[in-house]
Each structure stands twice: as structure tokens, then as C-alpha cells.
């Protein structure tokens, strides 16, 4: 039989929490009293904590004016995956750059500037009429 120190009611051993840190492996408050305990406590940590960060725009959303800086050589440091994918495709096949500029102008590897390609399709001018092992872009994507 143990004693609760905050109800004050004399109750079985059983009655009380499981803790390895005392001597008897059990707590110092009933059940009871130790889930108000742990809700009181709950209530004022959250009551506390920091507001959560506002989230990214979701991956597949693409701010037109976002690309149109990447083009003109002023690329945000946060672009969307869907930005730089698009931003990708408007100066391979409008501008015709090669991809070491591509990945020169929006300051990514070149390896980014490949998969964002081949994930949109999209080829540089001087490879659009060519017979298929002729040029620079299709050796590389039939290696």
C-alpha cells in the first residue's frame, strides 16, 4: 500500500505507474493523478511551441514570372523542380543553348540540366532535324 502525494489516498502498489528510477519501480502519483499530470502538461508545451514554417508551394507548381528571371539570367535560389524543368526547356529549344550553358545560366549541374531534358522532351535547335546519330544529344542518350 502506498500513499498518493498529490490525492492523498492510500492505494494498492498497483495502482501507481511503472518507474525503474525508484526504489520500489513504481511512481509517486496514482494513475490518475499522473494522466492529469501529463495532460496538464501536454497543454502548456503546446501552448509553447513555435509556430510550425510555412511549407514550400507543392513541387508541381510553376510561377510563370519565376521562370521568366531564371531566363533572362536571374534564377530564384528557390525554384520549384517544375520551374527549373520549364525554365530547362525554354532555353534549350527556344534559345538553343547547350546544356554546360543551361546549367551555367540557372546554376545547377549539368546532370540536372540532362534529367530535366529528357523529362521534358526537349532537344536543342540544331538537334531537332537530325537523323538520330548524328548529333552531340542523341550519342549521349543512346549511351
Do not use: K
Not at 51 to 74: K, L, M, N, S, W
Amino acid at each position: 500500500m502506498r500513499t498518493c502525494t498529490t490525492c492523498r489516498q492510500l492505494l494498492p502498489l498497483d495502482a501507481f505507474h511503472r518507474d525503474r528510477s525508484r526504489p520500489d519501480q513504481r511512481g509517486y502519483y496514482c494513475r490518475p493523478c499522473h494522466n492529469e499530470r501529463m495532460r496538464a502538461y501536454r497543454a502548456r508545451v503546446r501552448a509553447t511551441r513555435p509556430r510550425p514554417r510555412p511549407t514550400r508551394r507543392p513541387a508541381d507548381d510553376v510561377d510563370q514570372a519565376a521562370v521568366d528571371r531564371a531566363v533572362a539570367g536571374d534564377p530564384l535560389a528557390d525554384m520549384t523542380p517544375a520551374e527549373r524543368r520549364a525554365a530547362v526547356h525554354v532555353l534549350t529549344v527556344r534559345e538553343g543553348l547547350s546544356a554546360e550553358q543551361v546549367a551555367e545560366l540557372l546554376r545547377v549541374v549539368t546532370r540536372t540540366v540532362q534529367r530535366a531534358r529528357t523529362a521534358t522532351g526537349a532537344r536543342p535547335a540544331a538537334c531537332q532535324g537530325c537523323l538520330g546519330s548524328a548529333c552531340r544529344w542523341h550519342s549521349r542518350a543512346a549511351a
